[in-house]
């Protein structure tokens, strides 16, 4: 159940990386319009601003994880034991705060954030692997791209690979045998949890770039990120990654102008037609697991 | 509880509740003055969100299915009324007799397929149906539905039956109940008249046999379809009755101000009734209707709190203080009444899952024992006779 809820929630918690990435990037473009750091580095300072993306990740990190230990131990965790409506609404609920304060500090309009320049440009994809200069991608979302490889590979070794991930496994799977056996399994829980937030943070970190932040870009994540998990199964990472890839590869491909021409609105549907179909098809998602967030 | 309860007791406390009800919706332009909200345009808008309200309870209060694309049957109710009257008359029975059947198949269409799942799966095939409503009729449907513009009437419209009973006419007429206006206090009461029968038809619903198999459904399905009951077929009554409602909620909509936009559908509009649900009570009978006054009266009167207002509210405070207050203040209302909202709605769940009428049910239950018996005062560690104890509490 808590794997489940895990997952969800890593997801809902979408809407606080927004709040560490405004925070870490207007703490460095403070800079820009006064640049201090210009003053007392010179060159060096300039690449610091050039840089604030990468930069906040740093922020990021540390800050996320003790907001989500935080909200863990002060919210969530009295929430394992009530009922799945109630565990969702209370994120929902705390969704809305933050998203408000967030626009008390930070205001209601997006904030732009440039990437590095060094990877401002296009990359010549297609010269590389022999398809023509024709084909090109902008550089900073390769390295998103690769980013977001780095950190699903991270997080899926350390729950497959680690004596914690191991014991964080058997505990979603059975809280009460494994605390038997003498385990701190709540401590757990909270470390994953701060995990989730802190991954969840990253994402929106490193998006900023192609998405200038508002305040409620979280919100408009957290409906598609929660399809995105439940088609790929309550419980299963590989299915959530799954699910992630054939719903924007699906949307990517409904964009297309011969794919409109031929059904016309369907870029606008097509992650609900695949989700309900999915849903439909396999009662739990592509990979989910028996006994997960079924009430 | 039981059968017999109800049918002894239950029947006449429950003509009295819907007398009380009745009389204190039909009374709200009164009442609501001191609060500021006796206006008809909100007075309409509390009714109809009761209406939706009310209909939502039906499905997830008592079956359990939480519904996250509920806004759908709004919208799809409002977009019917307004080409009822478009095509048709602008008299809005016809339209909304429209709105219940188009509402009501398009509930038993996403109903028949989202019921073959349950919990978390169910919501988000809702969810999904609702999305898809609302990004269709934002783009492909837009001959249907004027996509970002809105669906309006205009002069040119035929009114099929208006204009064969009394020629064309010149203006957009406004819609209207046999000559009456629905601006301004008839809406109203004609939004109150529907709201006290969907009231008396939940409440109809909740004691028949159908709710007693709803409730069986939410506290264990498994159980009942051990027993040999097909439970579908009973949760898709109930999600199509509940589609009804909200569609007669967008139709009411659409008669008050004859025009529907998609955002009605989206899933912010869906939240909001959950959060309406949630805050009154779910599952109760009053309770969604109270939430749903709670949340609209925020919206409207809560946002519309400006700095001015509250130095005036804290005007009494000396001046470094005032300062202070207001900003901490300003922070909840106005634009910020959201925070607000997701502060309440939060400590709501955390403290009292039943929802207001839970609260209102607890306060009672003090009041009655603290009344009646003062023995009551044993059980608690500090008798209610020694204020030095109970202060120190």
């Known amino acids: ?295 | 509880m039981s059968a017999r309860f109800e049918a002894t007791g239950g029947a006449r406390r429950d003509h009295l509740l819907l007398a009380g009800f009745a009389l204190v919706v039909l009374t709200m332009p009164l009442w609501m003055r001191p609060f500021g909200a006796a206006y008809p345009d909100l007075l309409q808008r509390f009714a109809i969100y009761g209406i939706f309200a009310i209909g939502f309870n039906i499905l997830f209060g008592l079956t359990g299915y939480l519904s996250f694309g509920h806004a759908a049957f709004l919208g799809v109710g409002s977009y019917a009324a307004v080409w009822a009257f478009k095509l048709v008359t602008v008299n809005v029975l016809p339209a909304i007799a429209f709105a219940i059947v188009v509402s009501g198949l398009f509930a038993l269409a996403i109903g028949y397929m989202s019921l073959r799942r349950s919990g978390i799966y169910f919501s988000i095939l809702t969810l999904a149906f609702a999305q898809m409503c609302y990004n269709l009729a934002y783009s492909v449907l837009t001959p249907i539905t004027n996509g970002e513009t809105s669906l309006q009437m205009a002069r040119t419209d035929p009114r099929i039956l208006d204009t064969w009973l009394f020629g064309p006419s010149p203006l957009i007429p406004s819609t209207h109940l046999f000559g009456m206006e629905m601006k301004g206090y008839p809406g109203f009461y004609f939004c109150a008249v529907l709201l006290i029968v969907a009231f008396y038809v939940a409440m109809r619903i909740s004691r028949s046999p159908l709710g007693t198999m709803l409730r069986a459904i939410k506290s264990n399905q498994n159980r009942l379809n051990y027993t040999g009951v097909n439970s579908r077929p009973y949760a898709l009554a109930a999600f199509v009755i509940s589609g009804v409602y909200a569609g007669l909620a967008g139709a009411l909509l659409a008669c008050t101000d004859p025009l529907a936009g998609a955002e009605r559908m989206q899933w912010t509009a869906s939240g909001e009734v959950v959060l309406m649900a949630i805050l009154g009570g779910v599952g109760t009978l009053l309770g969604p209707f109270v939430g749903a006054v709670i949340i609209k009266y925020l919206e409207n009167i809560f946002s519309a709190f400006n700095e001015q207002t509250l130095h005036s509210v804290f005007g009494f405070l000396p001046d470094g203080v005032e300062n202070v207050v207001v900003a901490v203040a300003g922070l909840f209302v106005g634009e910020g009444w959201h925070l607000t909202l997701g502060m309440m709605f939060m400590l709501l769940v955390i403290f009292l899952p039943g929802g207001v009428m839970e609260g209102a049910r607890r306060l009672g239950g003090l009041w009655r024992t603290g009344v009646a018996a003062p023995r009551a005062g044993v059980r608690r560690l500090a008798p209610s006779d020694s204020p030095s104890v109970g202060g120190g509490e």
Request: net charge neutral; hydrophobic share 55%.
């Open chain 1, 1 to 295: 159940m808590i794997g489940g809820f895990c997952a969800v929630t890593t997801q809902k918690l979408l809407t606080l990386s927004k709040k560490v990435k405004d925070e870490s990037v207007t703490f460095f473009d403070s800079y820009t319009e006064v640049p201090y750091l210009r003053i007392w580095f010179g060159e060096t300072g300039e690449r610091i601003i050039d840089y604030a993306v990468p930069l906040s990740i740093l922020l990021a990190i540390p800050l996320m994880l003790l907001l989500g230990v935080a909200i863990e131990r002060g919210l969530i965790r009295h929430f394992y034991r009530r009922p799945h409506a109630d565990q969702i609404l209370v994120t929902f609920g705390l969704a809305i705060v933050l998203q408000e304060l967030v626009k008390a500090y930070f205001g209601a309009n997006p904030i732009p954030t440039p990437a590095p320049a060094i990877v401002a440009g296009s990359a010549a994809v297609g010269s590389w692997i022999g398809l023509g200069d024709a084909v090109s991608y902008p550089w900073w979302r390769l390295v998103y791209f690769l980013f977001s490889v780095a950190v699903i590979g991270a997080v899926f070794a350390f729950l497959r690979y680690t004596t914690f991930g191991m014991v964080v496994r058997a505990g979603m799977r059975d809280r009460e045998t494994v605390g038997l056996f003498g385990i701190d399994i709540e401590r757990r829980f909270t470390i994953v949890f701060g995990i989730a937030v802190v991954v969840a943070g990253l994402a929106g970190a490193m998006y900023t770039p192609i998405l200038s932040p508002d305040y409620h870009m979280g919100m408009e994540f957290l409906v598609l990120s929660f399809v995105v998990v439940v088609v790929g199964g309550m419980g299963s990472l590989a299915g959530a990654v799954a699910a992630g890839f054939l719903l924007g590869i699906l949307q990517s491909f409904a964009s297309m102008n011969e794919v409109k021409s031929l059904i016309p609105g369907i870029d606008q549907i097509v992650i609900y037609l695949v989700a309900v179909a999915i849903l439909l098809v396999r009662p739990r998602g592509l990979m989910g697991r028996a006994g997960v967030m079924e009430a």
